[in-house]
């Protein structure tokens, strides 16, 4: 069974820390992506890894305060979130695609984060 499971959500003060992780089980992936969706507003790309060469991407919102990577051999990637604002608040999902390019066709049940100011 192919599986993504997030996991490190919660409440922190504007300024502060998280780290999620997602643990993949089931399949490799070419590409794993953090993406997010506030209330109200559409789900919205955040950061990508390309698993096998470790290459990154990332949206301009949080460029420079969010870090993704990933450990092989427990097969999860994280997202370390610094200097969360309010407008980071949302619900992130992880996603996985078999492919290089292409739409992710497995996400995680999601986990919730909440900046208050």
């Known amino acids: 069974q192919v599986q993504l499971v997030e996991s490190g959500g919660g409440l922190v003060q504007a300024g502060g820390s998280l780290r999620l992780s997602c643990a993949a089980s089931?399949?490799?992936?070419?590409?794993m992506a953090w993406f997010r969706q506030a209330p109200g507003k559409e789900r919205e790309f955040v950061s990508a890894?390309?698993?096998?060469?470790?290459?990154?991407s990332y949206a301009d919102s949080v460029k420079g305060r969010f870090t993704i990577s990933r450990d092989n051999a427990k097969n999860t990637v994280y997202l370390q979130m610094n200097s969360l604002k309010p407008e980071d608040t949302g619900i992130y999902y992880c996603?996985?695609?078999?492919?290089?390019?292409?739409?992710?066709?497995?996400w995680g049940q999601g986990t919730q984060v909440t900046v208050s100011s």
């Open positions: 996603a996985g695609r078999r492919f290089i390019s292409g739409s992710y066709d497995t």
């Open positions: 089931g399949r490799t992936f070419n590409t």
């Open positions: 890894i390309r698993w096998s060469e470790g290459t990154t």
